[in-house]
């Protein structure tokens, strides 16, 4: 094997490293953050896979439970694009061990879009 191809071996790898890992090694704060909106939006998915939100609006009379079902894909999509802006950055420059604030900026409008076609979606249906 010539050291070209293997330099070309290395350099493909470190393509699907980044591909798979979304490029961000974030440490700190970020990181566990990172971690904690993953693990929920997992905990979250599993949730509503069970009978569980039918048990506990049976139990507790309460419909919020039932509501958790109604909105499943925009709540799904509020953790998607936050994970998303948080893992992919923005720009080639952007650094790779931090998440610049224009990626929280991209996170927060993401977050906010979603919460608006969650809190609005009677409204947005009968227009």
Not at 19 to 36: C, D, I, K, S, Y
Request: glycine share 4%.
């Amino acid at each position: 094997m010539t050291d070209k191809a293997a330099a070309g071996t290395t350099t493909a790898d470190e393509l699907v490293a980044q591909v798979e890992t979304g490029a961000r090694n974030p440490v700190g704060w970020q990181a566990n953050l990172f971690l904690a909106i993953a693990f929920s939006w997992s905990l979250y998915q599993l949730f509503i896979a069970t009978q569980l939100p039918y048990t506990l609006a049976e139990l507790t009379g309460q419909i919020f439970f039932l509501d958790l079902l109604n909105h499943a894909r925009r709540i799904h999509l509020i953790f998607a694009m936050m994970l998303a802006a948080m893992a992919y950055p923005l720009l080639r420059s952007s650094p790779r061990n931090t998440i610049p604030i224009y990626d929280w900026v991209l996170a927060a409008l993401g977050l906010m879009v979603c919460l608006y076609a969650l809190v609005n979606y009677e409204d947005i249906a009968n227009r």
